[in-house]
């Protein structure tokens, strides 16, 4: 974990990284919010970022790194209050923790915020299609619905290449190898497995007559 904290109190930030450190998380340090814009870069996994402090107020500083990134932030305040909360969370902030505060729970705080975002960018939404790719789970309006390891494959395969027009031999080659000698038209016939298996969204995946299929969720039309 690479943290970057942003605490104009020095006594606060000692004893966060003092605890960090011991955790083996690498904290790189900001005593003000300039600081702070100035040391962003890709390569931290979570931004700590105390609201009250000279020059630039937390608020601010969260806004301005959401212009650029989407890094997870936790707000380190001694504002409890929810009209306060509500503020952050609308600047982009992902969580909260008010002072005075464990360092260890802080630290746990962090990991159940990474672990969140790591699911979240692990799932797709398309229409009304939701896939979980770290359990291979499809739902269909919020309904689970089962589907084969090539059905699957197939759908991941059309979402990712979303209205791009893929022939039928892309598909085979894809999902069933380069090294299949047998019947085209078994691109077809999963196809329509797949169409079924899937109900409403089953009119995003388009036929492109002669070439093969697309993949189109704002479509509508079979």
Avoid at 71 to 77: A, D, G, K, N
Avoid at 159 to 175: E, V, Y
Avoid at 178 to 192: F, H, L, M, S
Wanted: aromatic content about 10%; charged content about 30%; overall charge negative.
């Amino acid at each position: 974990m690479r943290v970057l904290l942003v605490e104009d109190e020095k006594l606060i930030r000692v004893f966060i990284v003092e605890y960090f450190n011991k955790q083996n998380a690498e904290v790189v340090e900001a005593s003000d919010g300039y600081e702070a814009l100035s040391l962003l870069d890709d390569a931290f996994d979570i931004v700590l970022l105390d609201i009250m402090m000279p020059g630039i107020d937390g608020y601010e500083v969260c806004k301005l790194i959401r212009q650029k990134s989407d890094v997870p932030i936790l707000f380190i305040s001694a504002l409890s209050e929810d009209d306060n909360k509500l503020k952050g969370y609308a600047l982009g902030a992902d969580d909260f923790i008010s002072k005075p505060f464990t360092p260890s729970l802080l630290y746990a705080k962090c990991n159940a915020l990474l672990k969140r975002v790591k699911k979240e960018n692990n799932a797709i939404d398309e229409g009304i299609i939701h896939i979980d790719e770290d359990t291979h789970e499809v739902f269909i309006n919020q309904e689970s619905v089962q589907l084969s390891h090539k059905e699957y494959t197939m759908l991941i395969y059309f979402i990712k290449n979303k209205r791009k027009i893929l022939s039928r031999d892309q598909l085979l080659d894809h999902i069933w190898g380069y090294d299949y000698y047998g019947d085209q038209r078994i691109v077809d016939t999963y196809v329509k497995k797949l169409r079924k298996k899937i109900l409403d969204a089953a009119p995003y995946i388009q036929t492109v007559v002669k070439i093969g299929y697309m993949f189109d969720p704002k479509e509508s039309k079979s």
